[in-house]
């Protein structure tokens, strides 16, 4: 089956640690995203990448990094920068500008 | 810039009946998408409908219909016949001009739906 997968779902993380959230996805989708999303706050775009080895900021990149080496593959890190990582993490992907596919999703604790 | 505006944080309906969930939004480009999800207690996001700027009729999936007010800046969602399946957060987005492909998302509609 198609589809989107994020791992892990839950991730605890000490103060001043570096984290790596998964994303893998085997739509042949070119386009992959990654949101944050605080408790009852909308989606907010982090990173997002349209092609293989190219990647663009988002609304609220600072803290976060990305690669994107393989087309199938979009890990986002959580740096020691970002004050206030404790969110919900959302992967998508999409062909162009047509609808973005999600995955199920990362809840970030900061301890 | 976009942005997008839903002014119900919450909407109560009976099953089996229809339901309105308001989004306006605002944008300077003149060729925009606007897409509705679905956000169940899980998390995972839903998508359920789109409309296309320059679409000339209101799109329809099944028992969701959007209601576009071009004019107006409006993109409603109509729920019919509501199912208790159907309580969940509902999020309204768009993308505009050349940044087509990145969504801005609204704060969401919390729909329960009461038997």
């Avoid at chain 1, 893998?24 to 990654?34: P, V």
Wanted: hydrophobic share 30%.
């Amino acid at each position: 089956d198609g589809g989107i997968t994020q791992s892990p779902k839950y991730l605890f993380r000490k103060e001043g640690q570096n984290v790596t959230l998964s994303c893998e996805q085997n739509l042949n989708h070119d386009a992959m995203y990654w949101y944050r999303q605080d408790p009852g706050q909308g989606l907010r775009l982090i990173y997002y990448s349209q092609i293989v080895n190219d990647f663009q900021k988002g609304d609220i990149a600072e803290g976060y990094s990305v690669s994107r080496e393989k087309k199938e593959s979009f890990p986002l890190t959580v740096t020691s920068a970002q004050k206030n990582p404790t969110a919900f993490y959302l992967c998508a992907s999409s062909i162009g500008g047509h609808e973005q596919f999600f995955g199920p999703g990362t809840r970030l604790t900061v301890l | 810039a976009q942005k997008i505006t839903q002014t119900q944080p919450g909407m109560f309906v009976q099953e089996k009946e229809a339901v309105t969930l308001d989004c306006t939004y605002d944008t300077s480009d003149p060729s925009y998408g606007l897409f509705w999800y679905k956000q169940p207690s899980s998390g995972e996001m839903i998508f359920l409908i789109y409309q296309g700027s320059y679409d000339q009729q209101n799109a329809t999936e099944g028992r969701y219909s959007l209601n576009f007010q071009k004019a107006r800046k409006s993109a409603n969602l109509v729920i019919s016949a509501s199912q208790l399946g159907d309580s969940a957060t509902y999020f309204c987005a768009m993308a505009a001009g050349t940044s087509y492909g990145k969504l801005t998302f609204g704060q969401g509609t919390i729909l329960t739906v009461h038997p």
